[in-house]
């Protein structure tokens, strides 16, 4: 038996869980974020220095952006290896809210241990207690009861062994991972017992293949059988199983086509002769022409959210069907589909074996071939720099930013237009190069997440690009990266204002109100001049070397000594609008954004009118 603080023996415990797939090892819970208050500091974070050589710790600066690092890091290590968070009582455990969300919603692994009040009540209520006169005890952590794929809240000692144990089993399992919360009183976390040395043994979770059933195995092979025009849409669970290979490998041998959804992007090289691009709203026109004609879609590893079906308007085949491979029931499901649940490389590989080689027409892959270069010029065209001395456009910077990487670098965003522009013109060279995180579209998740991804892959070239609106969200772990020695890159593309949001409220008959940044007339109208914020020089008053480009010359200069730099560096550039100069090639697809159905406005009676014809092709496949 070991006497241990509760604190300490959860953090010798989680030093010694392991996952292992296809006979490689590695941590499960590689380090420890942490900021520390009353509500965890003679806790957690004496047992963080009482084990200091077992466990790493990292410092943050915002417990959201703490967990944003964490998922970064879950991300880029393909969910077997996560990183834990811990955070005081009150205002720290609720800024946890976000950053778990967005980790549940994009099946991540991220462990919270947020500081609870007294399971002991010596005193009520405490500093930053709840008081909920119905119910004693409930405490400001239950508001991440929803947003956690397990949460248990420890209030004896004894109990922390099954809630440590079923904590770590739904981290490590593909299909039930995101945020687990072990909520942690104050008291006891301090409170010592006798423990089982067992609790402390490396522990390994190895996390299974499921094959496919041989029904619906055998089901899904009739049914791409007998389609004429199938088309493979790819998400994001391709890259967690590693499935990669086998995808290009059936894509190859079939002559079948693979879309990407945002999550999926990349799992083929953009240079694939069956790869197609982005598939719905930000799609690509060869991809949602495939979609809208496709009699067959064989679903791989994703979740059909309403970005890639086009809000249910893009796959318009009187006769479509749907085979979904995915590891989770729920998802194999959706769209009315033949499930077939597996992992997906294991599926891939059964496809395979039983479906005939070169199943698809020479015509067919003649088809998206020609459509696919007929695309790539539009990405030329919208990558091209008639003018060197002139500011860039958005699509510029991406342009010059693609005659600079190679398959080593990382690219990360989350929100704005970016993951439009990025979706269908990006050239993926690898297949973790793309990491945009769009199941929850946060603001503020790219730098963070830029640190987390650059401590699983160190060495690697690891960029993130955000607007100025993203930026202004979360600046300050931009100090973390200064004192981890990370050399992430920061591109801030300025533009005064949530111009993302700006065009999607025009077209909504919104009047883009509210999204400039630019002083009040004397009518209160956002009609003034852009306002005086000088971004560039935040972001050197955090410690970071940056680089100002003016000019698409300048720019070319400083993304390559970005590159190339040992220490954290950003590049700012003011970039031109597509009002002025053409911009990225337009939405191909439809995304239902409800319009006021009465206004005295002509901009939203407008807006209404095309809203109501674009609702009327939705389909509810059945």
């Not at 020089?537 to 730099?565: Q, W, Y």
Request: some cysteine.
């Amino acid at each position: 038996m070991s006497t241990l603080t509760v604190a300490q023996a959860l953090v010798r415990f989680l030093a010694a869980q392991y996952t292992e797939r296809d006979g490689v090892r590695q941590r499960l819970i590689a380090a420890t974020w942490g900021i520390f208050g009353h509500g965890n500091v003679a806790g957690i974070g004496q047992a963080l220095v009482e084990y200091s050589e077992e466990m790493p710790y990292h410092q943050g600066r915002n417990e959201q952006a703490m967990v944003h690092a964490a998922v970064g890091h879950a991300r880029q290590s393909n969910r077997l290896s996560a990183h834990a968070v811990t955070t005081s009582i009150g205002p720290g455990a609720t800024n946890l809210v976000t950053g778990a969300a967005l980790a549940t919603i994009n099946r991540l692994p991220v462990l919270l241990l947020p500081g609870d009040t007294f399971a002991t009540r010596p005193a009520d209520p405490v500093l930053q207690q709840l008081e909920v006169p119905y119910a004693g005890e409930v405490s400001v952590n239950d508001c991440l009861r929803p947003v956690s794929t397990y949460f248990d809240r420890i209030t004896r000692p004894e109990a922390l062994i099954p809630a440590a144990l079923a904590a770590v089993r739904v981290l490590a399992d593909p299909v039930q991972t995101g945020a687990v919360t072990l909520a942690l009183p104050q008291d006891v976390q301090a409170e010592a017992y006798d423990w089982p040395e067992e609790f402390f043994a490396d522990r390994v979770w190895r996390v299974r293949r499921p094959v496919p059933d041989d029904a619906e195995l055998e089901a899904a092979v009739a049914a791409i059988g007998r389609a004429a025009r199938p088309l493979i849409v790819a998400g994001g669970g391709v890259k967690y199983s590693g499935a990669e290979e086998a995808l290009g490998t059936f894509a190859s041998l079939t002559g079948i086509p693979v879309a990407s959804t945002q999550a999926g992007k990349g799992a083929l090289r953009h240079d694939h002769p069956q790869d197609v691009g982005a598939v719905g709203h930000t799609g690509t026109a060869v991809a949602d022409h495939l979609a809208r004609t496709a009699d067959v879609v064989i679903g791989v590893g994703t979740r059909w959210t309403d970005f890639t079906t086009a809000s249910g308007t893009l796959f318009t085949h009187p006769d479509v069907r749907f085979v979904n491979l995915n590891i989770a029931a729920f998802d194999s499901h959706k769209m009315a589909a033949l499930p077939l649940v597996a992992d997906a490389r294991e599926g891939l590989e059964g496809l395979h074996a039983l479906l005939d080689p070169h199943h698809v027409t020479e015509h067919y892959v003649h088809e998206y071939a020609e459509e696919k270069l007929r695309w790539e010029a539009r990405v030329t065209a919208a990558y091209a720099v008639p003018d060197e001395h002139a500011r860039p456009t958005q699509p510029q910077v991406l342009g010059v930013l693609d005659t600079l990487v190679t398959e080593d670098d990382i690219l990360i965003n989350a929100a704005g237009s970016l993951p439009g522009d990025l979706h269908k013109l990006w050239r993926a060279r690898s297949a973790d190069q793309y990491h945009v995180e769009y199941g929850y579209s946060c603001m503020g998740y790219e730098i963070p997440a830029a640190i987390g991804v650059a401590l699983a892959a160190p060495g690697r070239p690891v960029w993130a690009l955000v607007g100025d609106g993203t930026y202004l969200m979360n600046p300050t772990e931009i100090v973390t990266a200064v004192q981890e020695g990370l050399p992430i890159k920061v591109v801030i593309l300025q533009n005064h204002g949530y111009a993302s949001i700006g065009g999607l409220s025009e077209s909504v008959g919104g009047e883009r109100y509210g999204t400039a940044y630019r002083f009040r007339d004397p009518d209160g109208r956002f009609t003034g001049a852009p306002l005086p914020v000088d971004l560039a020089a935040n972001a050197a008053s955090l410690g970071m070397r940056v680089l100002t480009a003016r000019t698409v010359r300048d720019l070319r200069e400083a993304l390559a000594d970005a590159r190339t730099s040992t220490v954290p560096t950003c590049v700012y550039v003011e970039t031109e609008t597509a009002d002025t100069v053409s911009g990225p090639p337009p939405a191909q697809a439809w995304w239902d954004v409800p319009v006021a159905e009465t206004s005295t406005r002509p901009s939203a009676v407008k807006a209404r009118e095309e809203y109501d014809r674009h609702v009327t092709a939705r389909r509810r496949h059945l």
